[in-house]
């Protein structure tokens, strides 16, 4: 039998949004998480969803890593209830490490990081720097125009079909922790060590 899932990076807004099922489905992620046994991996910080889902995996019992680069830390945003904060020197840094903790990805809504977190995760999967599974949870439809860009772009040649099917879509919490206890874990050394060489 394949190994599980141990750890989940969760990429997510630095802000609330405005819709209050936002903050319902980061709640619900953080919690259920850490029912079931699955290692949180995120931003580090207190503020937005961010915090949101962070407080729900502990509250719940689980265990959360915050990775946070040191101009953030100066800033004091960072969160200091999590198991384990990691600070790194860079954003990219900062990215690498969550790659490498993390066996699988869940988008959350967010703003402009969340998008930049995606599309190098999901390009690094597309160069076969990886084949952990990326799930967009895609609460209230926050994510249908980051979805027609996508497509967008394979309709205009700069991306192959097969390219568009390296990232999932998922209506809810719920539907995605439930994805994610169907998904091996992988083993994510090698590809760290790739990335670390691009």
């Not at 994805?179 to 590809?191: C, G, H, K, T």
């Amino acid at each position: 039998m394949p190994a599980r899932i141990n750890a989940a990076a969760v990429f997510c807004g630095s802000r609330f949004g405005n819709l209050p099922a936002y903050k319902e489905a980061a709640e619900a992620v953080g919690a259920g998480l850490a029912q079931a046994g699955i290692h949180l991996v995120y931003g580090g910080g207190y503020v937005g969803l961010m915090g949101v889902v962070a407080d729900s995996a502990i509250q719940a019992g689980g265990r959360v890593t915050g990775i946070i680069p040191e101009f953030l830390e100066a800033r004091e945003v960072m969160h200091r209830g999590v198991t384990e904060l990691v600070v790194t020197d860079s954003m990219h840094t900062r990215k690498q490490k969550m790659f490498a903790l993390a066996d699988a990805f869940l988008i959350l809504p967010g703003g402009f990081g969340t998008f930049d977190e995606l599309m190098e995760i999901l390009t690094w999967k597309q160069l076969q720097l990886h084949a952990k599974p990326i799930l967009i949870v895609n609460t209230a439809n926050w994510a249908q125009g980051v979805l027609a860009m996508l497509n967008e772009a394979v309709s205009q040649g700069f991306a192959s079909p097969e390219a568009r099917g390296l990232l999932e879509v998922v209506p809810d919490a719920a539907a995605a922790l439930q994805r994610l206890e169907l998904v091996p874990r992988s083993d994510s050394r090698e590809a760290l060590e790739a990335t670390s060489r691009m």
